[in-house]
């Protein structure tokens, strides 16, 4: 997902990375990484091209963490990231930790995470943060696990009043 903002306003923009438009069900495989990165960039570039203003961007779980790894490597190609349900590590393997990118990130970041989640708990989010040198926020959704939640609606106008107001502030 991207986000620019304008005088107008938040255009929000859904995008499915590249392993998903070639299979519409399924994990990404391990080598569906670097093209999915790929996929963010040209995307990115093409609406900074079209609007000059600030240009956010998101993800979900996977998604959100090939945005962080691609914001890690090129820093101004986004002026924010909102990562919701970031996998830390895969279930139940705390000891392989996805975050040997992080202290490499230069733009500020919004984090979501579910209380339940099982790629990693508060705890490990909050030990894991003062390795990223940007300002981040961690908005914690208690009861709620890697999906965020059955009450999508009031989640989503959580996250977005959140992330908008960090974001201006």
């Known amino acids: 997902m991207a986000a620019a903002f304008s005088e107008q306003g938040v255009q929000v ?3 499915d990375l ?8 399924g994990p ?28 956010w961007l998101g993800g ?5 963490r090939q945005a962080s790894i691609l914001a890690a490597d090129e820093p101004s190609l986004a002026d924010a990231l909102l990562l919701l349900s ?3 590590h895969p279930p139940n393997k705390p ?4 975050t040997a990118h992080l202290p490499k990130l ?7 995470h579910g209380s339940r989640d099982p790629f990693g708990s508060l705890d490990e989010f909050r030990s894991a943060i003062p390795s ?23 989640v989503a106008g959580n996250i977005a009043s959140t992330f908008l107001s960090w974001v201006a502030g």
């Open 86 to 88: 970031y996998p830390l």
């Open 28 to 55: 990404p495989r391990p080598g569906d990484a670097a093209r999915d990165r790929q996929g963010l960039r040209e995307q990115l570039l093409s609406l900074r091209a079209q609007n000059p203003h600030r240009l």
């Open 13 to 15: 923009i859904r995008y």
């Open 106 to 112: 230069q733009t500020p970041t919004l984090f979501v």
């Open 132 to 154: 990223i040198p940007e300002p981040v926020k961690l908005l914690e959704i208690e009861g709620t696990g890697h999906d965020l939640g059955q009450d999508r609606a009031a």
């Open 18 to 25: 590249p392993y998903r438009q070639e299979r519409p069900h």
């Open 95 to 98: 000891d392989q930790l996805r």
């Open 60 to 64: 979900h779980s996977y998604g959100g």
